[in-house]
Nanobody, 119 residues
Framework: QVQLVESGGGSVQAGGSLRLSCAAS????????MSWYRQAPGKEREFVSV???????RYADSVKGRFTISQDNAKNTVYLQMNSLKPEDTAMYYC?????????????WGQGTEVIVSS
């Protein structure tokens, strides 16, 4: 099993910044994706960003240029630096780890951390 613990959420005014952290523990595998998703009230969960075991990154168009994903392999932690926050970034943010085995994948989710951006 994999345990994921998110932290760093909070309330901030529009234009501000937050850095989310997701610490992973438990079973490891050398090929993986670490992703951030978010879910706003009344909306479906949506992809925000991903970093893979090679360090490649990808972002949703809505956050490109404002959010930066990174990882510290020594700490088994992934970060999401969020700058120029907008009210529409308000959501519960979830971390997901995907172990990419040769013929299947396993997904693990954290409990989430809440981000509130006020105008």
């Amino acid at each position: 099993q994999v345990q994921l613990v998110e932290s760093g959420g909070g309330s901030v005014q529009a234009g501000g910044s937050l850095r989310l952290s997701c610490a992973a523990s438990g079973v490891t595998y050398y090929r993986y994706d670490m992703s951030w998703y978010r879910q706003a009230p009344g909306k479906e969960r949506e992809f925000v960003s991903v970093i893979d075991s090679d360090g490649s990154t990808r972002y949703a168009d809505s956050v490109k240029g404002r959010f930066t994903i990174s990882q510290d392999n020594a700490k088994n932690t992934v970060y999401l630096q969020m700058n120029s926050l907008k009210p529409e970034d308000t959501a519960m943010y979830y971390c997901k780890k995907t172990h990419k085995y040769p013929f299947y994948t396993n997904d693990y989710w954290g409990q989430g951390t809440e981000v509130i951006v006020s105008s």
